[in-house]
């Protein structure tokens, strides 16, 4: 009897088996977090030229500008990389040993990227009950970014459940336990977003790495014999 | 009980075959899959392979381009609206039956 499930499984598999999009997700973190840095921690850098920016072209067409370059630079960074992994990496010499499939946009199930948005989404709500309560705001971008490592947590743990990738696991832990540490040490919030980031960067970086070594251990043949 | 009889009759052969089966199954979870994924997805043999992807293609479920990777041959296939359509038909007939069967 043919298990139609757990054929789709492995084929969706193929996208985080090889460690390829740990290294793009791990280059948009590390970047998002530098991000974070620059505008929370180093205002003088950014902020007179935004301003002047503002008084010349009016603050709505500049606020617009602004957001819309930066979100087109994280955008571009994160296909850009993706592309350049997918060229390099997986057709040139991964498709030699395991065969190459181009994924359908959504490769993660709606479940898991409901359940990422819903953590991130509680933490924001119980930060801001907490910061009114003890009357200090900047908790609010604590519990943000105490979210956002447990978002990441939950969805590279269920995306491991989901399509058995057992290294997502110790992922999956080591970030949690380590977001909660990085989003209440005495850190200004900057340098929590660039701590965060350089977390998660380097576990998945360090998973990346790991399944690249394994399929490196593969055999390689050039013709595909059909 | 006689519906299902008929639906059991009127079920797309060319799809359940199983090894054509494992082969649309893989391709209606992705846009494309080369050779050697199937081949090593699926756990067919290359010339069983080769032979269920030529079937599929001449019933109109799938597309096979070849071409060339640094001299060597490189097969992909991706399936056809008509291959997604009559998948999903396939699937959704063959969970209605199994519904059924497991109710009796």
């Known amino acids: 009897m043919i298990n139609i499930r757990h054929l789709q499984r492995q084929t969706r598999r193929f996208e985080f088996a090889d460690g390829v999009r740990d290294f793009q997700t791990a280059l948009l973190i590390l970047l998002m977090s530098i991000f974070g840095w620059v505008v929370w921690d180093l205002p003088n850098l950014w902020l007179p030229a935004a301003r002047d920016f503002m008084r010349w072209q009016g603050q709505l067409f500049a606020g617009i500008v602004i957001f819309g370059l930066t979100f087109a630079l994280v955008y571009l960074v994160s296909e850009g990389s993706l592309r350049l992994l997918n060229e390099v990496v997986r057709r040139r010499w991964l498709s030699r040993k395991v065969g190459l499939v181009t994924q359908k946009k959504w490769v993660v199930s709606r479940k898991t990227l409901f359940a990422a948005f819903t953590i991130m989404l509680l933490s924001l709500l119980v930060g801001s009950v907490i910061a009114v309560t003890v009357g200090d705001p900047w908790l609010v971008l604590r519990a943000l970014y105490l979210g956002m490592g447990w978002e990441f947590a939950l969805m590279y743990f269920m995306i491991g459940q989901e399509l058995d990738i057992r290294r997502y696991r110790p992922v999956a832990l080591v970030g949690a336990v380590l977001s909660v540490l990085i989003a209440f040490a005495p850190l200004s919030v900057g340098q929590i977003s660039l701590a965060m980031g350089m977390l998660w960067a380097v576990l998945l970086a360090a998973s990346g790495f790991y399944a690249l070594r394994q399929m490196a251990a593969l055999p390689e043949s050039a013709d595909d014999g059909a | ?104």
């Not at chain 2, 050697?36 to 293609?57: C, D, F, H, P, V």
């Not at chain 2, 990777?69 to 969970?95: S, V």
Request: proline share 2%.
């Open chain 2, 1 to 104: 009980m006689e519906r299902e009889v008929q639906d059991i009759t009127s079920i797309d052969r060319v799809i359940h075959e199983p090894a054509r089966l494992a082969i649309v199954a893989v391709l209606s979870s992705c846009e494309s899959a080369d050779f050697k994924a199937l081949l090593g997805i699926t756990g067919l043999s290359k010339g069983n392979l080769s032979a269920q992807l030529q079937k599929l293609e001449e019933a109109g479920y799938l597309t096979i381009t070849k071409g060339f990777q640094e001299r060597y041959t490189h097969t992909t296939c991706a399936l056809t609206p008509a291959g997604q359509d009559a998948f999903k038909a396939y699937w959704a007939r063959y969970k209605a039956l199994g519904g059924v069967l497991n109710l009796e």
